[in-house]
């Protein structure tokens, strides 16, 4: 196939490089269909000289492109477009049962070993979402807290206002003014040990021990082990992979249950990796105004989507003001510094002095630091860079997935977010491959943890948020293997 057969646009004034660029042209191409399975790409000089960039562009996109899985090399012939395994770039199916009854937090010991396994030194660490270290910010940050240091000497060693520094919550709240176009107040952000704090505090603040509160399926395993710690009960809301909450099924399951509380994360779901549309978002914040019910959202990865859109998050919908947003800089910038932030709204008060009470406050040095960061345009910059490395990641972990793994195994294809969710055959049991793994120095993520009822025996979910690395292949290779031994037996 010649390239005039398929459309051409290269932009060299964008901020993207030029070979993601042809990346990104071809995928164009190959999804719509205009060019199939067997088609010829045009050769690196022919490319070159159509699109005006230079041959080792066009090699670097053809390359990565092979290493995807969407195209072929043949020797002394050139590159040729792939044909999809039957199993092949596929999203799990559901499979959900809805659950009878609210119910406590099971598999508490097989979270503590997978966090066990997630800290372990020279582990491969395919088990720990943490999209920001695919590509560090560490120098830009150590460059930023010197300046801080310089200037605020003695005060960036003292302590921080209980609802956080004034300086960085006008930095978010401009954030969201910036971004999605919503007016946040200063004063209703309240700074926090992460978002697992904020998550926290959103909870004592409107529910109590013994209180029912609605997940998705699967969730979150972090969120599941806070409901378990604070005494409260989980059910599970059918969760489609590519639009987010079931709301015929949410709707059903409040008719049915006292639910008191919904922990969703609607802009970006952890793990399946899927955004729900705003259209939804919008209805399933009428569904909660009107049983006056209260919905946190834990929108850690709202800035993290491949394609660089920022979903308003739930909140923003809201006229009863029982939307609260849990924020962080952890997923987005830097896991140590434990920043989040949560956007109070008329529960203000009330966690203000839970915030006091259980930590009196946050690091000073790092708000400041992330303030500077922010107020420089460098977190903006940087998420920029950040994203096409997810993404390209995400790619080539599928990719490896469907060449390496066994006939049955389905993966989701994740909109943005650093992990992959992997349906495995049937007969495997991902806490069983688990053992396997860390015993091979190896951390994933098994199923059972996603789930209160302990579901998804056969799922698992994998980390791209790393560098790419040769032990990185050799480990899901390895995955797939030891999988297929499994399945086998």
């Known amino acids: 196939m010649g390239c005039e057969q398929f459309m051409l ?102 979270m503590d070993r997978v966090y066990e396994g997630l800290h372990q030194p020279d582990f491969v660490p395919l088990g720990i979402a943490n999209p920001c270290m695919a590509k560090p910010a560490a120098k830009a940050l150590h460059r930023a807290m010197k300046r801080v240091m310089a200037r605020a000497e003695e005060r960036s060693i003292g302590y921080a206002p209980s609802m956080g520094e004034p300086g ?103 793990p399946l990796g899927v955004s729900m549309p705003d259209d939804m978002r919008q209805e399933l914040v009428n569904i909660i105004d009107e049983r006056e019910l209260v919905l946190i959202e834990d929108d850690v990865y709202g800035d993290l989507l491949f394609d660089g859109h ?40 009330a966690i203000m002095r839970l915030k006091r009470s259980y930590s009196c406050s946050s690091g000073l040095l790092q708000q400041l630091t992330l303030t500077e960061f922010l107020a420089s345009g460098t977190y903006d910059r940087y998420l920029k860079t950040l994203r096409p490395v997810l993404q390209q990641n995400a790619q080539r972990t599928r990719a490896l997935v469907a060449q390496h793994f066994p006939e049955g195994t389905r993966t989701s294809k994740p909109v943005g977010g650093a992990v992959l969710w992997i349906e495995l055959p049937g007969n495997v049991n991902s806490a069983h491959l688990f053992d396997e793994a860390i015993n091979k120095g190896i951390s994933i993520a098994p199923g059972l943890i996603f789930s209160p009822c302990a579901r998804y025996e056969n799922f698992m979910r994998l980390s791209f948020g790393h560098p790419w690395s040769e032990e990185i292949e050799q480990s899901i290779v390895w995955l797939g293997r030891k999988v297929q031994e499994l399945a086998g037996r």
């Open 9 to 110: 646009a290269i932009d060299k004034s964008a901020d993207d490089f030029l070979y993601r660029q042809v990346i990104d042209l071809i995928t164009e191409n190959i999804d719509s269909g205009t060019l199939r399975p067997g088609d010829r790409l045009p050769s690196l000089r022919r490319m070159s000289k159509r699109i005006d960039v230079s041959i080792p562009t066009v090699r670097q996109a053809y390359i990565e492109l092979e290493r995807q899985r969407r195209v072929e090399s043949r020797p002394q012939s050139g590159f040729y477009v792939r044909g999809l395994n039957a199993n092949e770039l596929v999203r799990p199916a559901p499979r959900f049962r809805q659950s009878n009854k609210p119910v406590p937090v099971a598999n508490r010991s097989l």
């Open 168 to 270: 960085l919550r006008r930095q978010i709240a401009f954030r969201y003014l910036d971004t999605i176009g919503s007016n946040v107040e200063p004063d209703n952000i309240c700074i926090t040990n992460g978002a697992q704090e904020a998550l926290l505090l959103a909870l004592q603040a409107v529910a109590s021990k013994g209180d029912v509160i609605a997940v998705e399926s699967p969730t979150y395993h972090g969120l599941l082990e806070l409901i378990g710690s604070l005494g409260m009960l989980a059910i599970e809301v059918e969760t489609c992979p590519e639009e987010g909450v079931t709301l015929s099924a949410l709707r059903k399951t409040l008719d049915a249950h006292p639910v008191k509380v919904c922990l969703f994360s609607t802009t970006l779901n952890n």
């Open 310 to 349: 920022r979903p308003k998050p739930a909140e923003m919908y809201s006229r009863s003001g029982n939307v609260l947003t849990c924020g962080s800089f952890s997923k987005t910038a830097a896991p140590g510094y434990r920043i989040g932030w949560l956007l109070a709204g008329r529960y203000r008060d």
